[in-house]
């Protein structure tokens, strides 16, 4: 006989693969939008790839990844060395500026990584979507612990140390683990999730945002003026608010979230990789189409991350 612990355990493990996965399809997904912004185009697109191609995005949630699973936890020099060991491995994935230009100054002048970063826009640190982007392995990691905010500050000030940057990760972070804990299947609890987020944030620039997504959510407003008013830029708060829309739109399908994430225009890849890991993390892998699943980059080195944090919960 199966024990209660023992079917928790494979639950949160399904769990926890299908925020990783979903990350890097969203990702991956959301990119090849860019040259096929259309559900017909994108489809066919993704049903010719072979293998899908993720960005930076889900190689820095990768690495967010690895580092946890060999500290245990959230180190933030060992981060910081993950990504910049990743970051010089394969420079191609698409990184933004920010994180090379922290990489250099903490190789050329001896900074800490959180120093490094708060040297970037004047001195007043990034607020770009880079930290939420890749904040799944940590929602899921800590989803039951009450820290969970200053798990993702410091996670989020190896390369954003801005407030508004450090604070739209950690709501992305809260939204992944509060999904964590939820059954699929059913009325999701749309108004208990976004009260939730709201006590999350720490900015009145994201508690903004968010207040605006919770009329747009009980308005049933369509997706364009949903990217209207919350916006659809490479900015935290206009891009992570849209994303949650994504996911509350279609809370029972997975496809229907990244379509949503991924084909309105702006960063399509992140929103699609901040959405789908959400959806992911609510539905589980087999909630994911399994042709997506099997064509992602590295799926199987993914998967094995996924599985090892949930062993450490």
């Not at 494979?10 to 959301?30: H, N, Q, S, W, Y």
């Not at 968010?210 to 008013?229: F, T």
Request: aromatic fraction near 8%; proline fraction near 4%; include cysteine.
């Amino acid at each position: 006989m199966t024990s209660d612990n023992a079917v928790q355990d494979v639950v949160l493990a399904m769990k926890f693969r299908g925020g990783l996965l979903g990350t890097g399809l969203g990702d991956a997904i959301g990119e090849l939008a860019f040259r096929r912004p259309t559900r017909e185009g994108l489809t066919a697109e993704v049903e010719a790839s072979d293998v899908l191609i993720y960005t930076d995005d889900t190689a820095m949630a990768i690495g967010l990844a690895e580092s946890m699973a060999v500290r245990e936890g959230l180190d933030q020099t060992h981060l910081g060395e993950t990504f910049r060991t990743n970051y010089r491995r394969e420079p191609w994935r698409g990184y933004a500026s920010g994180p090379p230009t922290v990489f250099s100054k903490v190789e050329e002048k001896g900074l800490s990584y959180p120093e490094a970063a708060r040297t970037l826009y004047g001195g007043e640190g990034s607020f770009g979507n880079g930290a939420a982007m890749r904040i799944a392995p940590l929602g899921l990691m800590f989803h039951a612990q009450e820290n969970l905010y200053e798990e993702a500050r410091a996670s989020a000030e190896v390369t954003h140390a801005h407030p508004v940057g450090v604070d739209g990760a950690a709501v992305q972070a809260r939204a992944v683990a509060l999904v964590v804990s939820m059954k699929p299947g059913g009325a999701f609890p749309v108004e208990r999730f976004l009260d939730a987020l709201l006590d999350t944030a720490r900015t009145a620039t994201m508690a903004r945002k968010l207040s605006s997504l919770r009329d747009l959510v009980a308005d049933d407003a369509p997706p364009p003026e949903a990217a209207r008013r919350l916006g659809l830029g490479v900015a935290v708060d206009r891009s992570q608010p849209f994303a949650l829309y994504a996911f509350l739109r279609h809370t029972d399908s997975f496809e229907e979230t990244l379509f949503c994430a991924a084909l309105n225009g702006g960063d399509r890849d992140t929103m699609g990789a901040m959405a789908c890991a959400i959806s992911g993390g609510y539905l589980g892998e087999e909630g994911i189409p399994a042709e997506w699943r099997k064509r992602l980059e590295n799926r199987t080195r993914i998967e094995a991350l996924a599985t090892r944090l949930a062993d450490l919960v």
